[in-house]
């Protein structure tokens, strides 16, 4: 399993050498060194509806964001993975699917701006409607949310539409939309960070609880890294060198949801 993550690292990190990547081998997902950010997801999900389909055009996604000093938020854009038009009722049942995704600074979100485009309908009966929201359509659908941002953190921000409750009918045989909402966010399990020394060892580093195994690749010239979305529980840390004049070092640590946990510096000794 190493040598096949070693390979699929290094495989990337030819043009893009610089900063650290750590590449998630067994779980087969990514977690980046954030620089001193959290990172936000933005889910969307529903609650069921009577239809045969619900289609809403999601347009952009914004956050108000405050710092941890104090400072009056402002708006930032979360970057659309694929802006377009989502079918509401293939998120059912405890399905999502990640909408946006951005690395923020510390402090804590107060809202959310949800936009849609015009491209929202309805299929009833094999028959679709077309569905209108100027308000979302023209300055966004916002919502209190007050969550707090650590560093290296990644934080999950679910938009749960409630199709059932959202599409209204009208007198004349249409429907008009008027979105009902909910959102919740959750931190997603902690992260590990520390330094591993020299960088002449070039050095590894392991995660592993159980069959979940997780590699870092320190900075060559701090031997700074970080781990984030790691879930909670007892994990053992391997500092594996890849020059065979320096020994390998073994040690385990406690993850909490939430919290960054902080392994300080290890210089690793020679044979």
């Known amino acids: 399993m190493k ?9 990337f990190l030819v043009p893009m050498i610089a900063g650290i990547l750590v590449f998630t081998a067994c779980r087969k997902s990514t977690s980046m060194e954030t620089g001193g950010k959290a990172t936000l997801e933005v889910r969307l999900t529903d609650a069921p509806g009577n239809y045969d389909a619900v289609y809403i055009d999601v347009e952009r996604v914004e956050v108000n964001v405050s710092s941890d000093t104090g400072t009056t938020g402002g708006w930032t854009t979360v970057p659309m993975l694929r802006p377009g038009v989502y079918n509401l009722l293939d998120f059912r049942n405890g399905i999502d699917t990640v909408l946006a995704s951005t690395n923020l600074a510390a402090g804590t979100i107060s809202q959310m701006r949800l936009t849609l485009g015009d491209s929202n309908s309805v299929v009833l009966n094999g028959q679709s409607y077309s569905l209108k929201t100027p308000s979302a359509q023209q300055s966004g659908l916002k919502f209190n949310i007050h969550a707090t941002l650590t560093s290296g953190i990644l934080y999950r921000l679910w938009i749960d539409f409630n199709a059932g409750s959202s599409i209204v009918a009208t007198g004349n045989g249409g429907f008009i939309l008027k979105p009902v909402i909910r959102t919740y966010t959750d931190a997603i399990g902690g992260s590990i960070k520390g330094n591993v020394l020299p960088g002449a060892a070039n050095p590894e580093v392991w995660a592993v609880q159980g069959t979940d195994t997780l590699l870092a690749l320190p900075d060559s010239a701090t031997g700074a890294y970080l781990i984030a979305g790691v879930p909670a529980g007892s ?23 939430g919290a960054v946990t902080n392994v300080g510096t290890t210089t690793l000794p020679l044979k």
């Open 3 to 11: 040598n096949n993550a070693r390979s699929i690292l290094w495989f």
């Open 235 to 257: 994990w053992t840390i391997n500092y594996h060198a890849l020059d065979s004049l320096y020994r390998d070092t073994s040690f385990t640590v406690s993850v909490i949801t």
